[in-house]
């Protein structure tokens, strides 16, 4: 069972640089969310999807953009690294199609551990 | 909006001691409630949750928590810590029948245990 599978598990970057974090997930979740986790302030929402085709900002959005092409995956891109963006990455998905089904928790992959020098 | 705040950030136990980790939300509205806990290097994992009901909710590996809504409390417990609980522990809750089933997480607390 992968469940949520997040690549690259660490990556190095310059200011400027540009990247993207993939994630796939092989539940058949609706819902797919992007986390930034940094020291003392727990788990940070930059961006979600409540669906193929479909994104949406969360707490942290500026810097970072997002597609859904296709249902599984989940991509993060950030265009111009900053030191500032420095982080450990999160996804997550879940399963809801509304209602009472949104109280269906989240399951994280592994992180993405990205520095920017 | 809602928020979700943990006061402790560090908790230092011994092995057999008893755990309470705080956990407070600001939604006055129906809220669903979450407890993940995140070992060194890895991800984040659900240790339970309350939807509705009985307001005592048992987790996985003896954790508990309880819902107290006159005090916008979800208090996470444990009658006697081992070694192995060390981890960073994380509050969420998330409005039901919302848009986004988003979940907001407080900062963590973290908890070491001496053997």
């Known amino acids: 069972n992968a469940g949520v599978t997040q690549t690259p598990k660490f990556r190095v970057l310059k200011t400027g640089q540009s990247m993207t974090l993939l994630c796939a997930q092989d539940?058949?979740?609706?819902?797919m969310y992007w986390y930034r986790q940094d020291p003392g302030m727990g788990l940070r929402l930059i961006h979600y999807?409540?669906?193929?085709?479909?994104?949406a900002k969360g707490e942290v959005p500026d810097g970072y953009n997002v597609s859904r092409l296709k249902k599984q995956n989940f991509l993060l891109g950030l265009e111009s690294a900053a030191p500032s963006q420095t982080s450990v990455y999160f996804c997550?998905?879940?399963?809801?199609?509304?209602?009472?089904?949104?109280?269906?928790?989240?399951?994280f992959g592994d992180g993405t551990r990205l520095s920017i020098l | 909006a809602q928020s979700v705040s943990q006061h402790n950030h560090h908790v230092i136990l011994s092995e057999a001691a008893s755990l309470e980790l705080g956990c407070n939300y600001s939604?006055?509205?129906?809220?669903?409630l979450f407890w993940y806990v995140q070992y060194p290097g890895q991800h984040l994992q659900l240790l339970l949750k309350?939807?509705?009901?009985?307001?005592l909710v048992k987790g996985i590996k003896g954790f508990e928590a309880e819902f107290i809504k006159s005090k916008f409390s979800f208090n996470l417990r444990k009658p006697s810590v081992q070694w192995s609980d060390t981890a960073e522990y994380f509050c969420?809750?998330?409005?039901?029948?919302?848009?986004?089933?988003?979940?907001?997480f407080g900062s963590g607390t973290r908890l070491s245990i001496r053997p």
């Open positions: 997550a998905s879940s399963y809801s199609r509304g209602g009472s089904e949104s109280n269906q928790p989240q399951h």
């Open positions: 539940m058949n979740h609706e819902y």
């Open positions: 999807s409540v669906g193929e085709g479909t994104t």
């Open positions: 939604y006055g509205g129906t809220v669903n």
């Open positions: 309350y939807f509705s009901g009985d307001p």
């Open positions: 969420a809750v998330n409005q039901p029948y919302s848009s986004a089933s988003k979940i907001i």
